[in-house]
């Protein structure tokens, strides 16, 4: 059963500072890692895909790396801003079987004026 | 154009009723995923259609139904309601079905009493 980790739970940082939010996976048979962004009570809003035979993606200020065989992933947000303050998310699909994404239970990020 | 809706945005109800909760795919896409996500914890897996044909269901209950119209629209049903279901119920679709790239709607709230 695929599970998903996200590390740290929660973190605080001020203006301007660049970050790193890390995301772990117990198998490493995906077909692609999605990142989410969530404000409070809202919906998902789409970040970044990869697809497991790419490296990495980048998306403005946001980059995010996968590393399929050790079952990682980062997202790099350079020169935060207040308005970045949300929770972020990493899903998984796997490669076979069930095509839904898991989830980890996401990082709360608060950046600080 | 539009993205994912839902409807309704809030809805409180009372242990033992059913509800039913809808959601709009953005235009064109075929595939829609229903997911529940409780507080402080990443979304669960709950239905996946394309096509209209069910491709995927999570580990819930019978209690949870769900179908896709003609156009693409679906319902997830709930009943016998427990206090336990009280949640924020996701919708999602994709463009290049199951294993595409997923975009999300802003949700419903559904809280039982």
């Known amino acids: 059963k695929q599970e998903v980790t996200q590390i740290p739970a929660a973190l605080s940082v001020p203006e301007g500072e660049n970050l790193v939010l890390n995301c772990s996976f117990t198998?490493?048979?995906?077909?692609?890692l999605q990142w989410f962004r969530q404000d409070p009570g809202k919906g998902l809003t789409s970040l970044l895909l990869i697809q497991s035979s790419q490296r990495e993606q980048t998306s403005g200020r946001l980059n995010a790396s996968l590393d399929k065989s050790s079952g990682r992933s980062t997202l790099y947000i350079a020169a935060s801003q207040p308005g970045d303050s949300a929770t972020y998310l990493c899903?998984?699909?796997?490669?076979?079987?069930?095509?839904?994404?898991?989830f980890g239970s996401g990082t709360r990020l608060q950046v600080q004026p | 154009d539009a993205g994912v809706t839902q409807s309704p945005t809030h809805l409180i109800k009372t242990r033992g009723q059913q509800v039913t909760l809808r959601c709009s795919p953005i235009?064109?896409?075929?595939?829609v995923s229903w997911y529940q996500q409780v507080l402080g914890q990443g979304p669960q897996f709950i239905f996946q259609?394309?096509?209209?044909?069910?491709?995927g269901r999570g580990n819930f209950p019978d209690r949870f139904s769900a179908r896709q119209f003609p156009n693409y629209s679906s319902e997830l049903n709930v009943n016998a309601l427990l206090l336990g279901d009280s949640a924020l119920y996701l919708c999602?679709?994709?463009?290049?079905?199951?294993?595409?790239?997923?975009?999300f709607g802003p949700g419903t709230r559904l809280t039982v009493t």
């Open positions: 235009s064109g896409h075929k595939s």
């Open positions: 999602a679709s994709s463009l290049t079905g199951p294993r595409g790239e997923q975009y």
């Open positions: 198998d490493s048979a995906i077909y692609n």
């Open positions: 259609y394309y096509e209209k044909e069910e491709r």
């Open positions: 899903a998984v699909r796997m490669d076979t079987g069930r095509r839904a994404l898991t």
